[in-house]
T-cell receptor
Framework: DTEVTQTPKHLVMGMTNKKSLKCEQH?????MYWYKQKAKKPPELMFV???????INESVPSRFSPECPNSSLLNLHLHALQPEDSALYLC??????????????FGQGTRLTVV | GDSVTQMEGPVTLSEEAFLTINCTYT??????LFWYVQYPGEGLQLLLK?????DKGSNKGFEATYRKETTSFHLEKGSVQVSDSAVYFC?????????????FGKGTRLSVIA
């Protein structure tokens, strides 16, 4: 299995809803990432988990709450979002090798629309 | 801090034309360099990579050489196809044992017309 799988592919939610994005990989990667990508922009890093521990939080608002329940799964819990949070949310993972971490492998993303 | 600068797009080419997308970087130490491609409505796919000076990454007819003296990693393809239409991102990751995040350029949109 050489994929990063994200569900759902599309999500429409109201500003008072609570929803979760899911990401799964079975490549034995021990780093997982959440990125946010707006149209015509590069991905912006949100969170990094290394060995299931949160290692980087790029000053993301608390309405986004990440969770890494095990080495294969990564969740992003969403609550009280704003319309400007509408974007493509990308999950990625990396493998630890001697000398450093490999390139990031990306999922197909979840297209989120907040109404 | 670390940064990546890509040529601004969009770039429009006819099928079978030669492609160059320029990428230069600023980083401490010896970063690894990457080109990612994003097709419409999809996530990012790794196109090619190079981890040390003078390495050449290649894939699907695309090539890029890690030039430390010019801090560059330009993407080239000899003959583009309509199916190459996508957004291309140059990126770096600083070397070392820490899990430093990828730093992306702003992306270059390529349109290939038949």
């Amino acid at each position: 299995d050489t994929e990063v799988t994200q569900t759902p592919k599309h999500l429409v939610m109201g500003m008072t809803n609570k929803k979760s994005l899911k990401c799964e990989q079975h490549m034995g990667h021990r780093a997982m990432y959440w990125y946010k990508q707006k149209a015509k922009k590069p991905p912006e890093l949100m969170f990094v988990y290394s060995y299931e521990k949160l290692s980087i939080n790029e000053s993301v608002p608390s309405r986004f709450s990440p969770e890494c329940p095990n080495s294969s799964l990564l969740n992003l819990h969403l609550h009280a979002l704003q319309p400007e949070d509408s974007a493509l949310y990308l999950c990625a993972s990396s493998l630890r090798r001697e000398g450093g971490w490999t390139e990031a492998f990306f999922g197909q993303g979840t297209r989120l629309t907040v109404v | 801090g670390d940064s990546v600068t890509q040529m601004e797009g969009p770039v429009t080419l006819s099928e079978e034309a030669f492609l160059t997308i320029n990428c230069t970087y600023t980083a401490t130490g010896y970063p690894s360099l990457f080109w990612y491609v994003q097709y419409p409505g999809e996530g990012l796919q790794l196109l090619l990579k190079a981890t040390k000076a003078d390495d050449k990454g290649s894939n699907k007819g695309f090539e890029a050489t890690y030039r430390k003296e010019t801090t560059s990693f330009h993407l080239e393809k000899g003959s583009v196809q309509v199916s190459d239409s996508a957004v291309y991102f140059c990126a770096l990751r600083r070397g070392g044992s820490g899990n430093t995040p990828l730093v992306f350029g702003k992306g270059t949109r390529l349109s290939v017309i038949a």
